[in-house]
Structure formats: structure tokens, C-alpha cells
């Protein structure tokens, strides 16, 4: 069953909505990232034990590297859905 140019449509401003969103999220994470490190220097600089904040440091890459494939995904289904909706003739009248 073929998918109608108005469901398509939808589909590619749901996916543009979640890339959006998937931006924001990075932004917020590499925030995180800086609000932690700076933690950890003033662990350091107090002479507190700073291996469990550099841990959250590490869990917080590791995490902002499977945020940036999943919207390397969206990006590419954006892109996808752009292409189907873009080669799509228009209904006749």
C-alpha cells in the first residue's frame, strides 16, 4: 500500500521536529559536560578525591556519542522523506 505525499509529508515534519529536538539535546549535553569538568577541577583543587566526577565525565561522552549517531540517523531520514516528498508528482485534478 502506497504511502499518500500528505503522510509523507507528516512524516518528514515529525522527523524535522525530532532533529530539532535532537540538536537541543547535544547542546544541553555538551553543557553538562563543561558543568562536570569544571566540577572536577574544583574537586582537584581542593584536594578532594575527583575519580567518581571524572567517571560521570566519561558516562556523559559516552552518552553525547550515542546522542549525535541517533541524530545522524534523523538527519538522514529528513533527508530520505525530503527526496520522496520532493520527487513526488502532484495529484491530478
Known amino acids: 500500500m ?6 509523507r509529508t507528516e512524516q ?6 525530532l532533529l530539532v529536538k ?5 547542546d544541553e549535553g555538551w553543557r553538562r ?9 574544583e574537586l582537584r583543587a ?3 578525591d575527583a ?3 571524572e567517571r560521570l565525565v566519561d558516562l556523559l561522552r559516552q552518552t553525547l ?8 540517523l534523523i538527519a ?3 533527508n530520505y522523506l525530503r527526496q520522496e516528498v520532493d520527487s513526488t508528482p502532484p495529484a491530478a485534478s
Open 12 to 17: 518528514l515534519h515529525a522527523e524535522q521536529r
Open 65 to 72: 556519542v550515542e546522542w549525535e549517531r541517533h541524530r545522524t
Open 2 to 7: 502506497a504511502i499518500s505525499l500528505a503522510e
Open 76 to 78: 538522514e531520514r529528513v
Open 33 to 41: 559536560i563543561h558543568d562536570q569538568e569544571d566540577r572536577v577541577r
Open 46 to 48: 581542593s584536594g578532594h
Open 22 to 26: 535532537a540538536d537541543a539535546d547535544i
Open 51 to 53: 575519580r567518581q566526577a
